[in-house]
Structures are given as structure tokens and as C-alpha cells.
T-cell receptor
Framework: KQEVTQIPAALSVPEGENLVLNCSFT??????LQWFRQDPGKGLTSLLL?????REQTSGRLNASLDKSSGRSTLYIAASQPGDSATYLC??????????FGKGTRLHILP | DTAVSQTPKYLVTQMGNDKSIKCEQN?????MYWYKQDSKKFLKIMFS???????INETVPNRFSPKSPDKAHLNLHINSLELGDSAVYFC?????????????FGSGTRLTVV
């Protein structure tokens, strides 16, 4: 049974710092891994989608990597801003089209 | 705007009532889903439909019944609401299966049963 773990559960960093959020999954037989952002009381915004054959994806200040064999992904945020404060969710999809989510990392950027 | 839209955004109701949540997507996707986010913020799939056909039906009480009148709509009807049904319900869509193209989520419906 696929399990997704995100560490740390919460993180506070000063504005301007680079940071890394970690995600691990137990079953490497995934089709893709997707990073989402969730703001309080809001929906999920897709940030990056990495197919199982890919190693990384980049969008602006965000870079996500995928090491399928070791069951790990990282989300790198460069030059953090207060607007980056949110909960970041890692999610993997297998052949059954079910998304398995981690419990998220609650990120707070200190002005 | 192209999006996944859910209504209502908030729903407060008494135990025992029957309520519906509506979802519409104008992305031209074939597959739609319902996910539940519990009080601990854990998201879990409930149902998926592909072009009006039920594909995924997780272990969900029979009081929950999805209905898809067409591939752009997936509604969730809940009978005899219980306190434990309080959660945020998210609708999502994808092109035929999200395995290759990922998923687009709605903004959620916060259901509170009192």
C-alpha cells in the first residue's frame, strides 16, 4: 500500500532564504508525482508535475526533483517570499488513477 | 475562466439532513473525482467518474452517492448527514486518467454538520 510522507510537518524560515521540502513514498511504481500548494481555506493549486520518466521540473523559483528508485522527491524554493507561506502537498499517482497525498508541510516565511 | 468550480463553498446543516454539492469543469476533461479532506487535513479519494461512468468507488458509506449527468459535471449527494461527515470536499478533474497529465482541483466545499 502506497504511503507518502512529508518532512518536516512545519517549517519557518526568514524571507529571502532558499529552502527544501522533502517527500518520500513507499512504492516506486508511480506514474507521476505532483506538488500542490494549499492556502488556508482555499483549494489546491498545482505547482509542478513530474512524470515517472523525468528527473525534475522547474517553474520560476520552484524546482522539483524525483528519484523514483529511492522513493524521494524534493521541492526547492529559491529566494523565499512571504507570499510563499502555505501548506505544500506532495502527491503520487499509480496505475489505478488514485492520488495518494502526503499530510503536507506547513511553510511560514518570516518577513 | 477555465476551472473546476464547486458550489456551495460553505455548507452548514443539521444532522440527519440530505445535501448536495455540485461540481463543474470546463476544461474538457474526461475524468472527475471527489476527494475528502478530514479535520487532520488528510486528503483521500472517494469516487471517480470517466465520461459519466463510475470508475473508483472507495470504501465510502452508502449515504454518499455521486451523480454525473454529463462528463463536465459530478455532483455529490449525501443522505442522513452525520457529525463525522464534517470535512472539506474537493472536486478534481483530469484528462482521461491523471496518471499522464496530473489533476486540477476545485476550491473545496467546507461542510459542517451540527
Amino acid at each position: 500500500k502506497q504511503e507518502v510522507t512529508q518532512i518536516p510537518a512545519a517549517l519557518s524560515v526568514p524571507e529571502g532564504e532558499n529552502l527544501v521540502l522533502n517527500c518520500s513514498f513507499t512504492d516506486s511504481a508511480i506514474y507521476n508525482l505532483q506538488w500542490f500548494r494549499q492556502d488556508p481555506g482555499k483549494g489546491l493549486t498545482s505547482l509542478l508535475l513530474i512524470q515517472s520518466s523525468q528527473r525534475e521540473q522547474t517553474s520560476g523559483r520552484l524546482n522539483a526533483s524525483l528519484d523514483k528508485s529511492s522513493g524521494r522527491s524534493t521541492l526547492y524554493i529559491a529566494a523565499s517570499q512571504p507570499g510563499d507561506s502555505a501548506t505544500y502537498l506532495c502527491a503520487v499517482t499509480g496505475g489505478d488513477d488514485k492520488i495518494i497525498f502526503g499530510k503536507g508541510t506547513r511553510l511560514h516565511i518570516l518577513p | 475562466d477555465t476551472a473546476v468550480s464547486q458550489t456551495p463553498k460553505y455548507l452548514v446543516t443539521q444532522m440527519g439532513n440530505d445535501k448536495s454539492i455540485k461540481c463543474e469543469q470546463n476544461l474538457g476533461h474526461d475524468t472527475m473525482y471527489w476527494y475528502k479532506q478530514d479535520s487532520k487535513k488528510f486528503l483521500k479519494i472517494m469516487f471517480s467518474y470517466n465520461n459519466k461512468e463510475l470508475i473508483i468507488n472507495e470504501t465510502v458509506p452508502n449515504r454518499f452517492s455521486p451523480k454525473s449527468p454529463d462528463k463536465a459535471h459530478l455532483n455529490l449527494h449525501i443522505n442522513s448527514l452525520e457529525l463525522g461527515d464534517s470535512a472539506v470536499y474537493f472536486c478534481a478533474s483530469s484528462p482521461y486518467g491523471g496518471a499522464n497529465y496530473g489533476y486540477t482541483f476545485g476550491s473545496g466545499t467546507r461542510l459542517t454538520v451540527v
